[in-house]
Structure formats: structure tokens, C-alpha cells
């Protein structure tokens, strides 16, 4: 599963010559082909599956096992091989790794750096941290459902004397509780929508949903990360703390994250960290687009935070219905895309939203 060489090569690559986010290798998440096909490709110790999510091919690993092992109850979803909504997943964690964010913020070791270890994925970074919660806690649960084989057991590697990762089921069930049943009943509510009559249209409305809702409850829990934040700049902190706020609006569409949709929203997103000194939209090494997107962002933040919190309230507010959220995943496409659709437009069609409902 590795090619250190070839990685090595392959990032600097991506990092030398674009100017925005590089999250795609031949229409797929970077560097999926290096990663593990069937959950047998991991280690096994004793029995028990050991991935090591502190490698990134491990760590995009348990996306490519999850997909695989949920496909087979997604048909509402549509006929493509992208239309999952975990490839979102996959997406952004190319992104953390090619913008640099899964790299040790301190400078005391050089992992995840293009002079260290370029898969490695750094325990004190924050990005690090919250994609701990999106992608070893799904995995904990879907084993623990069955989607992975019968019996089949999982604990996570964790570096020597780090303890602020949960590793099992049980573990990671007692440290995030309502992160885990959330994940459970996306899990089997995957298995109820395959046996249920519903209109299709409803089933994937209904899969969206949950799935939406354990993700959420995987980032709330990033509480547990703040403390990591110390180490980045205050642009990259306001960055983040945007970035958190946009979760709120993409979840309460239930935002159907496609390969091809959560790429083409990938894309315009920062493409390195933000340092002292760096400015939206007037960063003269971040492209147009990636200018356009901190600025949509930090308006979405400071707006919601200048109105007490009621610009999010009223976005969920006004996702009331299927046909609600649809209008909103394509408003959404639109501000984060079209640089011509003003904030004052998004506004007052949430107002108007909000009334139909």
C-alpha cells in the first residue's frame, strides 16, 4: 500500500504547481489506488483490524471500506459509482492533506511535512483532530453494525504516549456517546431504508438526514480539539472557526456530497494554512476563487454571529421540507461559486424560505 517515492513525488507535485486545492488523481480521491481495497489489507494483530490513522493512505483507507460496504444500500441515492455521500469525506481529506493542515502545526516534528513524512498525520493538529472524529468514529460503529464482516473487530493505532484519542468502539462510545449513536443509526438506518417502501425520493432524503446528523455530531464534538488551535495563526483560526459555521448551513440541506458535487466545492477552498498578515479577499498567492470562498465565509460567520446566532436559525428554519432543502443546496452552490450572487440576495430568499415553511 505504500510508495514513499511516488507519494513524495506526487505531493510536491500538487503543491508546486497549483494555486488552488488539488483534491482529485484521475477523477478519484488523491491517492486512492495506494489505498486498502478490503479490510484484509490493514494490519491485523490477534485477531483484531489495527488501522493506523496517523498514516494518511490508513486514513483514507476507512473510507474506501466504508463506501464499498455501504454502496450496496444506496440506490436511492442514484445509478453513478460517486453518488455516496461519504466520497465528501474523502474529498476533504485530500484537501487537508495537500493544503498542508494535516502537517504538525508546532514545528517540533516535521510530520506531514514536504521535509519529513508527507503521510504522516499529525496528532497536535487541529484538522487532524476533527477528521479523527469523521472518519475512525464511522468506522468504529460500521464495524460494530456488521458492515465490514461478521465479528469483525477493530482498535485504532495510536502513537506512543498520546491519549487524547479514544481507539475502539467502546471507548470512543464512552468519550462521544451521542457522536457514536448518531453513526449507529445512520449505520442502520442504511439497512431499514433498503427494506422500506418508501418513495426513493424520501429514502435518500431520509439517508441524508442521518447521515448529516452524525456528522454533525462528529464535529461537535471537535470541542475536544480546540486546545490544538493555539498553534495556527489568527487568520487560520478565523478560517476555521468559518469554516465550522458553513457545516451548519450544508447539513441542514442535507447536501447530497457527490464525488463530483464535494469536489467542485472543494476546489475554491484554501489550497495552503493562512498566516499572520494574510487578508480576504487580497491574498495575492490564493487564487480568485480561494479569496472569493474566505470571504463568503467569514460574511456567513460574522453575520450569523451579528444577528446572535439567528442567520443559522433561520436556515434551518427554512430547510423544512425536501423540496426546501433542494432550493437550498442549489442557493448554496451559487454563493459559494458565483462570484456575481450577492450575500443581500442569499438573505432575502431566506426570509422568503422561511415564510413558505
Not at 94 to 120: E, H, I, V
Not at 127 to 140: G, M
Not at 275 to 285: F, K, L, R, T, V
Not at 296 to 312: A, I
Request: net charge negative; with cysteine.
Amino acid at each position: 500500500m505504500l510508495r514513499p517515492t511516488v507519494l513524495f513525488l506526487f505531493l510536491a507535485c500538487a503543491v508546486s504547481l497549483s494555486r488552488s486545492a488539488v483534491v482529485l488523481e484521475n477523477g478519484m480521491p488523491i491517492l486512492w489506488a495506494q489505498t486498502a481495497g478490503k479490510v484484509t489489507d490493514l494490519p491485523i494483530q490477534n485477531g483484531i483490524v489495527t488501522p493506523d490513522p496517523w498514516n494518511f493512505l490508513h486514513r483514507m483507507s476507512l473510507y474506501r471500506l466504508m463506501i464499498a460496504a455501504t454502496d450496496p444500500f444506496m440506490g436511492s441515492m442514484g445509478t453513478g459509482t460517486g453518488e455516496n455521500p461519504m466520497w465528501g469525506l474523502t474529498v476533504q481529506l485530500g484537501w487537508f492533506l495537500t493544503s498542508g493542515r494535516l502537517a504538525d502545526p508546532t514545528g517540533a516534528t516535521t510530520c506531514g511535512l514536504q521535509t519529513g513524512d508527507t503521510m504522516c498525520v499529525s496528532t497536535q493538529s487541529w484538522w487532524s483532530c476533527v477528521s479523527y472524529l469523521v472518519s475512525a468514529l464511522p468506522f468504529l460503529s460500521a464495524a460494530q453494525q456488521g458492515f465490514l464482516g461478521e465479528g469483525v473487530q477493530v482498535q485504532m493505532q495510536v502513537p506512543e504516549g498520546v491519549e487524547d484519542y479514544c481507539t475502539t468502539y467502546a471507548d470512543c462510545t464512552t468519550r462521544y456517546p451521542d457522536a457514536m449513536a448518531k453513526w449507529d443509526a445512520y449505520f442502520t438506518g442504511l439497512k431499514t431504508s433498503a427494506e422500506s417502501a418508501l418513495p426513493e425520493n424520501e429514502k435518500k432524503d431520509s439517508i441524508l438526514g442521518l447521515y448529516w446528523a452524525a456528522q454533525m455530531a462528529s464535529i461537535y464534538s471537535a470541542s475536544a480539539c480546540n486546545a490544538k488551535m493555539s498553534s495556527y495563526s489568527s487568520p487560520e483560526v478565523t478560517f476555521v472557526n468559518s469554516w465550522l459555521n458553513s457545516a451548519e448551513y450544508v447539513s441542514a440541506a442535507n447536501f447530497h456530497s457527490t464525488l463530483e458535487k464535494s469536489s467542485k466545492f472543494s476546489i475554491p477552498l484554501p489550497s495552503r494554512v493562512l498566516q499572520e498578515g494574510d487578508s480576504p479577499p487580497n491574498i495575492a498567492d490564493l487564487s480568485q476563487e480561494e479569496n472569493h470562498t474566505l470571504s463568503v465565509f467569514s460574511w456567513m460567520k460574522n453575520m450569523n454571529s451579528l444577528l446572535g446566532g439567528s442567520l443559522v436559525r433561520m436556515w434551518r428554519s427554512a430547510m423544512c421540507s425536501a423540496t426546501t432543502r433542494e432550493k437550498g443546496r442549489e442557493m448554496l452552490e451559487q454563493l459559494m461559486l458565483n462570484p456575481s450572487f450577492a450575500t443581500s440576495t442569499f438573505l432575502s430568499i431566506i426570509s422568503g424560505m422561511t415564510t413558505s415553511c
